[in-house]
């Protein structure tokens, strides 16, 4: 059984940093894409950033770009998000997921296994 921990959101001020981990375990994750999700109150959840495992080949989503990094450890089975010059609307519940494929991708149906969520908020 696959399980996804997420870490490390919490409240800073716009502008600020923060880095989220996401600890895997369960099963080999060198033929799966990785992604990091986020869902704001009222909104649908959104695509922030994916990256091939193998390969560690990203994409981001427009908003983000030029402002979050994602990266991964193998040896630790371990993605990370580090977010800079967060702002308010960056807000939101963020989550790791696996995907069912090695392809990176952005549809939320392409990801078969999620963590619980870990809650970012930016304040103006």
């Known amino acids: 059984q696959v399980q996804l921990v997420e870490s490390g959101g919490g409240l800073v001020q716009a502008g600020g940093s923060l880095r989220l981990s996401c600890a895997a375990s369960?099963?080999?994750?060198?033929?799966?894409?990785m992604a990091w999700f986020r869902q704001a109150p009222g909104k649908e959840r959104e695509f922030v950033a994916a990256i091939g495992w193998s390969v560690g080949s990203t994409y981001y989503a427009g908003s983000v770009k030029g402002r979050f990094t994602i990266s991964r450890d193998i040896a630790k089975t371990t993605v990370y998000l580090q977010m800079s010059s967060l702002k308010p609307e960056d807000t939101a519940v963020y989550y790791c997921?696996?995907?069912?494929?090695?392809?990176?991708?952005?549809?939320?149906?392409?990801?078969?296994?999620w963590g619980q969520g870990t809650q970012v908020t930016v304040s103006s």
């Open positions: 997921a696996r995907g069912k494929t090695a392809a990176v991708a952005t549809a939320t149906y392409e990801y078969d296994y």
């Open positions: 369960g099963r080999t994750f060198s033929s799966y894409a």
